[in-house]
């Protein structure tokens, strides 16, 4: 088992993306498969999603967090000691908590630390972005999928971590102008990083999230993505649904709460076509 790290972003906030992790992992392991879940967002909402809405100031996170784990880096921090069960079965996870955001000045305090290292310490490090990559890879083997939320940002050397890290990049974006713009310029970025000779990453695509088929414009986008993106666009979109709402609320994920609805059967459907893009060199 080498599981793939699929990392879920898009700069534009509020588009979809702890929705469709917090889904795909529980589907993921509803089916089986090991999936260890990566909360790099200071919101921590997946963490709060998985953890029946335990706040990130939870003493239940104190010490074992992911900042505690690039804390550690020269200690030989363990991953293992940082990953919590979640109450899905087969679904892991190493938690955000109040200190996520100082990850990014840690990042940059460790390169040199790396770079003092021995050759072929296994913590030397080649270069900022590979932090995540080289803890990820230690437990990568317990593993079928490792999927990474992310914050809506640019510039965060931590969501270059999660980029970096990626086999396959998930672009979740709405059905409007602003999100159409940053999914784009997402996807052309993963474009070309997988042309440097250096990239393990073997693709990007864009899932349409939150569309309500009857409105005109959500069509007119939806079209646009087709015509932009072609087969890089998933071909299942995920309509509007409260439901989803209720779910966020109720810190379960749509696919466990409402497993009949067609925004729970879109879902199935989406991890069906990521399995298949998966596959694919
Ligand atoms: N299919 C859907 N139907 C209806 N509402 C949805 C759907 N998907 C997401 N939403 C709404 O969008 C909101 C944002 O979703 P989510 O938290 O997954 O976005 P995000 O991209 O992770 O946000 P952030 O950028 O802040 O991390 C949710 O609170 C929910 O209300
Ligand atoms: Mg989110």
Redesign the pocket.
């Known amino acids: 088992m080498s599981a793939k790290i699929i990392t879920i972003a898009?700069e534009?906030?509020?588009?979809?993306?702890?929705?469709?992790?917090s889904n795909l992992a529980y589907l993921m392991g509803d089916e089986g498969k090991k999936v260890l879940c990566v909360d790099t967002?200071p919101?921590g909402?997946l963490t709060k999603a998985l953890s029946g809405g335990l706040s990130i100031t939870s003493d239940e996170f104190y010490g074992k967090a992911l900042y505690n784990l690039f804390d550690g880096f020269l200690y030989h921090s363990k991953t293992r000691d940082f990953i919590m069960e979640t109450q899905y079965e087969n679904v892991d996870m190493i938690p955000c908590d109040a200190q996520t955001p100082r990850i990014n000045k840690r990042i940059e305090l460790l390169i040199g630390d790396a770079e003092r290292l021995k050759d072929g310490d296994p913590r030397k490090v080649s270069g900022m972005g590979d932090f995540l990559y080289y803890f990820l890879n230690q437990v990568r083997d317990e593993y079928d999928y490792i999927l990474i939320?992310t914050?809506?940002t640019r510039d965060s050397l931590l969501l270059s971590n999660a980029i970096y890290a990626a086999d396959y990049i998930l672009i979740?974006a709405g059905c409007e102008d602003n999100s159409e713009e940053s999914a784009f310029r997402l996807y052309y970025e993963c474009n070309k990083m997988k042309q440097s000779s250096t990239s393990h990453l073997m693709g990007a695509g864009v899932l349409l999230?939150?569309v309500d088929k009857s409105a005109a414009t959500d069509k007119k986008i939806q079209e646009h993505f087709k015509e932009e993106l072609g087969t890089s666009l998933f071909s299942v979109a995920?309509?509007?649904?409260?439901t989803?709402?209720t779910s966020?609320s109720r810190f379960l994920p749509v696919c466990y709460m409402a497993k009949t609805q067609p925004?729970a059967k879109a879902y199935v459907k989406a991890y069906e076509e990521l399995k298949k893009r998966l596959e694919v060199k």
């Open positions: 898009i534009k906030g509020g588009t979809g993306k702890t929705v469709t992790a967002d919101q909402n939320d914050q809506p979740p999230v939150n995920i309509p509007t649904s409260k989803v709402k966020i925004v």
